[in-house]
Each structure stands twice: as C-alpha cells, then as structure tokens.
C-alpha cells in the first residue's frame, strides 16, 4: 500500500520561500502523476502543481505560476514544491496526492483532485504580513 508523507511547512513571512517534499512508500512505488493541493480554512481544496512521473510535464494554478516550482527525484520517489514569493493568501494546509492509475493525460485531469486516489496527511504552511 502507498502511503505519501509531506515534510517543510512551518511559518514564513510574506516574500520568503519554503520548499516542501512528498516522500512516497509502498511495495514498489509506481505513479503516473503527482500533485500538489492545497485547502484554506473555510475553503475548498484547490490545485497547486502536479508533475507526471516518466515525463517532463509539470501544471500550475494561475495563482502560483512563476512562484512555485515542482520537481520529482523518481529514485528518492519523492516530489518537491518550491515556493518562492509567498503571501498571506498562500496559507493553507498543502497536501501531497499520488495518481497511480493514470486515465487521462490532459491538463485538466492533473488539476482535479478526484484524479488522484493516495493523499498524504498535509502540512501547514503560514505566511505573515
């Protein structure tokens, strides 16, 4: 069974940078894709980034485009999320989410949270003013 760990979160003031890790375990560990979302308090869940696992293929929310970078080490089965130019809106609790069946390939598909079945536990990341 794949279980994802989410590492990095913490407190940062407002322009500063964190950068979070996903570290996936299981048997043997074989994703199509992997994205990162993101849920406020009093929110819904919304898409960050996602990266697919054999390709170069990354996706952004509008919102994080140009600031946040993600990025996959396949033989750490680990994936990263730099974030640079954090802001206040940035705070919410961001979660890892593995794709392991891969039915779509398009842009959309990797922005939907329903296409991923494994989701780590999250963690929070608080950006001062």
């Known amino acids: 069974q794949v279980q994802l760990v989410e590492s990095g979160g913490g407190l940062v003031q407002a322009g500063g940078s964190l950068r979070l890790s996903c570290a996936a375990s299981?048997?043997?560990?074989?994703?199509?894709?992997m994205g990162w979302f993101r849920q406020a308090p009093g929110k819904e869940r919304e898409f960050v980034a996602a990266i697919r696992w054999r390709v170069s293929s990354t996706y952004y929310a509008d919102s994080v485009k140009g600031r946040f970078t993600i990025s996959r080490d396949n033989a750490k089965n680990t994936v990263y999320l730099q974030m640079n130019s954090l802001k206040p809106d940035d705070t919410a609790v961001y979660s890892c989410?593995?794709?392991?069946?891969?039915?779509?390939?398009?842009?959309?598909?990797?922005?939907?949270?329903?296409?991923?079945?494994?989701w780590g536990q999250g963690t929070q990341v608080t950006v001062s003013s």
């Open positions: 989410a593995a794709d392991l069946q891969g039915y779509a390939s398009t842009s959309l598909y990797f922005k939907t949270s329903r296409s991923y079945e494994v």
């Open positions: 299981g048997r043997t560990f074989s994703a199509y894709a």
